[in-house]
């Protein structure tokens, strides 16, 4: 009996860390490579990538209070969109004007997380370990010490996120400015639909 405690002691132990040695060898001899020209994606970024793929996740590393419906183009709400609309939409399975704007408004905010989430990143690669980002990445995906380093990629997403700006500069200010064009574009076609006068973003 004593063995046999002994053997699942032991085999416990080997499928707990050895998976963990693994990751920590692979990631010495990753970072000792030399730099692939044909590489799309750094640590920093599989790292992020791996984290946020929890759902739960999507919230610490970005959160908005979105602007009211079509307020950030100049038109009042309640006036473009009317009604319950996205509800109606649920309900019916029907296309209403409000759904579209949803739809667009839901890829916009898509777009602002995945620029943050590059911001984050970006800062990680320049300021964080290799060693670390790389374990942590391998530990998430390849171990059954996930939850502890879940743990400790938190702590370092949240500190990292706190320090990046959450305003957009240089070409994707222009980006965001791009797609919140075709987002006030929308609505200026539901304005002319319903009989409104066009507004602008400069009206607002």
């Not at 707990?16 to 990631?27: M, S």
């Not at 790292?47 to 946020?52: K, T």
């Not at 905010?109 to 942590?136: H, K, P, T, Y």
């Amino acid at each position: 009996m004593k063995k046999m405690l002994s053997s699942i002691v032991l085999v416990s132990v080997a499928a707990v860390f050895g998976p963990v040695l693994i990751a920590a060898v692979a990631t010495l001899i990753s970072i000792n490579l030399p730099p692939n020209p044909v590489q799309v994606r750094t640590e920093a970024q599989k790292l992020v990538s791996a984290y946020r793929d929890e759902e739960k996740n999507k919230f610490v590393l970005y959160s908005s209070i979105p602007p009211p419906d079509g307020a950030e183009c100049g038109y009042e709400p309640a006036q473009l969109f009317p009604g319950d609309q996205l509800m109606e939409s649920a309900k019916e399975g029907r296309f209403t004007h409000y759904w579209g704007y949803f739809i667009l408004d839901d890829w916009r905010s898509d777009f602002e997380w995945e620029s943050f989430n590059n911001r984050i990143a970006e800062e990680l690669d320049e300021n964080g370990s290799q060693f670390q980002l790389g374990f942590l990445r391998r530990c998430i995906n390849f171990t059954l010490a996930r939850p502890v380093c879940m743990s400790q990629v938190e702590d370092l997403v949240r500190a990292t996120a706190e320090r990046v700006p959450r305003s957009f500069g240089g070409t994707e200010s222009i980006h965001r400015g791009t797609v919140n064009d075709v987002v006030c574009l929308y609505a200026d076609g539901v304005a002319a639909r319903i009989g409104i006068p066009l507004q602008s973003k400069s009206d607002n």
